[in-house]
C-alpha cells in the first residue's frame, strides 16, 4: 500500500474574492471556483488536505450590514459573526469543490467543519486590542460608538479615519481537532476533503467545563499552525499573492527563499525582512509549526501549489536544511 499523502493547505482572502471586487455571492463564487481547481489539481496527484481559509472581506461585509442594521435587528457579537462567515464561506467551498472534484470523478466530497479555537483569556491582546475590522469612521462618530458599544478605536493616517480594533490572541487548541484527525487520516476508505478553522477559528475560552465566545480574530496562518499541530499533520502549505517569501523585499536585492532551515527563517524574520501584516505571520507560523513537531512548512501562490509539492517550487522551510 502506498504511504498516505496528506497536508494542511491554509489559503488566503485573494482565494476567494478578486482584489478590489465587490464582495458579492457571484464575485466570491467566480473566485473560489477557479481555487477549487487548483486545490483538486493537488488532491488529483494523491493528496489528502485538511483546508484553512481566511475571512478578511467576509467578515467586514458582515460586520457592515450588523451595523447598518442595528436599529431593526438584534446585533450579534463578533465571535458569533466569525462562525456566520465559516459557514457562508464553508457552504460555498464546499459546494465548489465537491462539483469540481465530481466534475473529474474523483470520489470525494468536501465537508466543512465549524471550528472553535481555544485563547487564553488573560492573553495581553486582550488589554491591548491591534487588529483593525469593519468600516471606516470619523473622529465624532468613533467617539460616540466608543461610548455606547465599548469600542476601541485606532487612527489610519492614510484614510484619515478610525477603524474599531479587537484583539488578537495567540491560539492555543482546536477544540474540534480529533474529530478532523479521525477524517483526514481515514485511511484508504477516506473520501473528505476537509475545510476547517475558517477565518483562524472561532475564538473561546474555557471557564471550567464551558467554553465561551469571545470578541477577537485570531490570526488565520498561527491558527492553520495549531491545527496542523493538533492533528499531527507533518506538511503546512501556506498560499499567498507571492511565489516565494524574499529577503530584502521590494529593492534591487530582492532574492527569492528557497530553501531555509528554522535558523535562517528566523534570523531573516529577526532582521525584519518580512511584512508584519503580510509575510510575518506566515514565517511566524511556519517556524512554530516545524518546532512543534512538523517536517516541512512551504509558503507559495495558489498557481504554484502542484509544483511546489511535485517540483519543490515556492520557499520550503523544515528543521535541518536538506533534512
Known amino acids: 500500500m502506498s504511504e498516505m499523502k496528506t497536508a494542511v493547505v491554509a489559503i488566503g482572502g485573494n482565494a476567494l474574492i478578486e482584489p478590489g471586487k465587490r464582495v458579492t455571492y457571484e464575485n466570491q463564487m467566480r473566485r473560489i471556483r477557479g481555487t477549487s481547481e487548483q486545490l483538486v489539481d493537488l488532491i488529483q496527484i494523491g493528496y489528502d488536505i485538511v483546508l484553512t481559509h481566511g475571512n478578511g472581506p467576509q467578515i467586514g461585509s458582515i460586520l457592515l450590514q450588523n451595523e447598518l442594521t442595528r436599529d431593526e435587528a438584534p446585533e450579534m457579537p463578533l465571535h458569533a459573526l466569525v462562525g456566520e462567515s465559516q459557514g457562508l464561506l464553508g457552504y460555498m467551498l464546499q459546494q465548489s469543490l465537491s462539483n469540481e472534484l465530481a466534475r473529474r470523478g474523483i470520489e470525494k466530497i468536501a465537508v466543512s467543519i465549524l471550528t472553535q479555537v481555544l485563547v487564553d483569556e488573560k492573553d495581553p491582546a486582550f488589554v491591548k486590542p491591534v487588529k483593525p475590522v469593519g468600516k471606516f469612521y470619523n473622529q465624532e462618530q468613533?467617539?460616540?460608538?466608543?461610548?455606547?458599544?465599548?469600542?476601541?478605536?485606532?487612527?489610519?493616517?492614510?484614510?484619515?479615519?478610525?477603524?474599531?480594533?479587537?484583539?488578537?490572541?495567540?491560539?492555543?487548541?482546536?477544540?474540534?481537532?480529533?474529530?478532523?484527525?479521525?477524517?483526514?487520516?481515514?485511511?484508504?476508505?477516506?473520501?473528505?476533503?476537509?475545510?476547517?478553522?475558517?477565518?483562524?477559528?472561532?475564538?473561546?475560552?474555557?471557564?471550567?467545563?464551558?467554553?465561551?465566545?469571545?470578541?477577537?480574530?485570531?490570526?488565520?496562518?498561527?491558527?492553520?499552525?495549531?491545527?496542523?499541530?493538533?492533528?499531527?499533520?507533518?506538511?503546512?502549505?501556506?498560499?499567498?499573492?507571492?511565489?516565494?517569501?524574499?529577503?530584502?523585499?521590494?529593492?534591487?536585492?530582492?532574492?527569492?527563499?528557497?530553501?531555509?532551515?528554522?535558523?535562517?527563517?528566523?534570523?531573516?524574520?529577526?532582521?525584519?525582512?518580512?511584512?508584519?501584516?503580510?509575510?510575518?505571520?506566515?514565517?511566524?507560523?511556519?517556524?512554530?509549526?516545524?518546532?512543534?513537531?512538523?517536517?516541512?512548512?512551504?509558503?507559495t501562490s495558489l498557481s504554484k501549489l502542484k509544483d511546489a509539492v511535485l517540483k519543490a517550487e515556492g520557499t520550503h522551510i523544515t528543521r535541518v536544511k536538506n533534512e
Open 142 to 299: 468613533a467617539k460616540r460608538l466608543a461610548v455606547e458599544m465599548g469600542w476601541v478605536f485606532g487612527y489610519e493616517k492614510d484614510e484619515d479615519a478610525y477603524r474599531r480594533l479587537v484583539p488578537s490572541p495567540q491560539p492555543l487548541k482546536i477544540i474540534e481537532s480529533k474529530a478532523i484527525r479521525r477524517f483526514i487520516f481515514g485511511g484508504e476508505q477516506q473520501i473528505e476533503l476537509i475545510i476547517a478553522c475558517g477565518g483562524g477559528g472561532i475564538p473561546v475560552i474555557r471557564r471550567g467545563d464551558r467554553y465561551i465566545g469571545v470578541d477577537a480574530v485570531v490570526d488565520k496562518d498561527l491558527a492553520a499552525c495549531v491545527l496542523a499541530t493538533d492533528i499531527k499533520e507533518k506538511l503546512l502549505i501556506m498560499l499567498t499573492d507571492v511565489d516565494y517569501a524574499y529577503i530584502d523585499y521590494g529593492t534591487e536585492r530582492q532574492r527569492a527563499i528557497r530553501n531555509a532551515d528554522v535558523d535562517e527563517a528566523e534570523r531573516y524574520l529577526k532582521d525584519g525582512h518580512f511584512g508584519e501584516g503580510s509575510m510575518a505571520p506566515k514565517i511566524l507560523a511556519a517556524l512554530r509549526f516545524l518546532q512543534l513537531g512538523g517536517e516541512r512548512a512551504i509558503i
